[in-house]
T-cell receptor
Framework: KAGVTQTPRYLIKTRGQQVTLSCSPI?????VSWYQQTPGQGLQFLFE???????NKGNFPGRFSGRQFSNSRSEMNVSTLELGDSALYLC??????????????FGPGTRLTVT | AQTVTQSQPEMSVQEAETVTLSCTYD???????LFWYKQPPSRQMILVIR??????QNATENRFSVNFQKAAKSFSLKISDSQLGDAAMYFC????????FGKGTSLLVTP
């Protein structure tokens, strides 16, 4: 079974631009969560989508948004990029939302650099 | 909010030896899940082991085992017969509505 895939793997953007990252979960997984990883803040939860609905959201500004499609693929969008948005963005999928389903499987990440 | 603390930023172990990575957490819940993830230089997060709080038996996965002390809110990871491929960042995580991660412990394995 194929793992979680994320595209693109690397991205360089300029301050003020917007960016869209994509995540394809493991086949059969309906929950997709997004995390931001930076050296200073570590791993921080952005949001979770399950059955095309946002279930939970972390403490990030409204510039960070996401969506999930009927095939469980998910995208996250960051508008008006800031230098501080430079990070590794990790996507994780699980069978369902909550409880033991938090056996999450991670993708390889998208490294975003904002200049 | 649940917090996860890993007090050892770096650890070192010789090949074939045993090492224990520490993790403590804070929660008011009685039923929850705890995880250890490994992140090698490739940055791919790999699930190492899972512990369900209502199970008193410590989880084991091959060379990896945990010492789960619910009352003390402690969840340490023991790696036996360490191998060079075990070198990585190790993150302890508490499963609330999302995974709450500790800051990580960087494990160096020396020949």
């Amino acid at each position: 079974k194929a793992g979680v895939t994320q595209t693109p793997r690397y991205l360089i953007k300029t301050r003020g631009q917007q960016v869209t990252l994509s995540c394809s979960p493991i086949s059969g997984h309906r929950s997709v969560s997004w995390y931001q990883q930076t050296p200073g803040q570590g791993l921080q939860f952005l949001f979770e989508y399950f059955s095309e609905t946002q279930r939970n959201k972390g403490n990030f500004p409204g510039r960070f948004s996401g969506r999930q499609f009927s095939n469980s693929r998910s995208e996250m969008n960051v508008s008006t990029l800031e230098l501080g948005d430079s990070a590794l963005y990790l996507c994780a999928s699980s069978l369902s939302s909550g409880g033991s389903s938090y056996e999450q499987y991670f993708g390889p990440g998208t490294r975003l650099t904002v200049t | 909010a649940q917090t996860v603390t890993q007090s050892q930023p770096e650890m070192s172990v010789q090949e074939a030896e045993t090492v224990t990575l520490s993790c403590t957490y804070d929660t008011s819940e009685s039923d929850y899940y705890l995880f250890w993830y490994k992140q090698p230089p490739s940055r791919q997060m790999i699930l190492v082991i899972r512990q369900e709080a209502y199970k008193q038996q410590n989880a084991t996965e091959n060379r990896f085992s945990v010492n789960f002390q619910k009352a003390a809110k402690s969840f340490s990871l023991k790696i036996s017969d360490s191998q060079l491929g075990d070198a990585a960042m190790y993150f302890c995580a508490y499963a609330g509505y999302a995974l709450n991660f500790g800051k990580g412990t960087s494990l160096l394995v020396t020949p």
